[in-house]
Nanobody, 123 residues
Framework: HVQLVESGGGSVERGGSLRLSCVAS????????MGWVRQVPGKDRQGVAT???????RYADSVKGRFTIAQDNAKGTLYLLMNSLQPEDTAIYYCAAMTWLCPDSLQIAWPYWGQGTQVTISS
């Protein structure tokens, strides 16, 4: 079992930036893929970005060029750097992890989830 704890959410104005962090507990099996998923209440979850153990990153088209996913393996921490934020980025952002390598798709049945952190962008 892996525990994931997010932090860094908050409220900013359109065009602002935020950095989300996710600390992962030690796992009995190596974590080979981590990612960020967001959800607006009443809507389906949307995969935002993933990164694998080889630092190969994938992004949703809606965030390409604005968001950057990164990991610090020494600290067991995943990051999501979000720039040029827009009101449509408002959502609860979840950190997720799994032991398999990341697939090409961002729609993943993640076995491990964090508790979520709220991101609100005002216009």
């Amino acid at each position: 079992h892996v525990q994931l704890v997010e932090s860094g959410g908050g409220s900013v104005e359109r065009g602002g930036s935020l950095r989300l962090s996710c600390v992962a507990s030690e796992s009995s099996y190596p974590i080979n893929c981590m990612g960020w998923v967001r959800q607006v209440p009443g809507k389906d979850r949307q995969g935002v970005a993933t990164i694998d153990r080889y630092d190969i990153a994938r992004y949703a088209d809606s965030v390409k060029g604005r968001f950057t996913i990164a990991q610090d393996n020494a600290k067991g921490t995943l990051y999501l750097l979000m720039n040029s934020l827009q009101p449509e980025d408002t959502a609860i952002y979840y950190c997720a992890a799994m032991t398999w390598l990341c697939p090409d798709s961002l729609q993943i049945a993640w076995p491990y989830w964090g508790q979520g952190t709220q991101v609100t962008i005002s216009s």
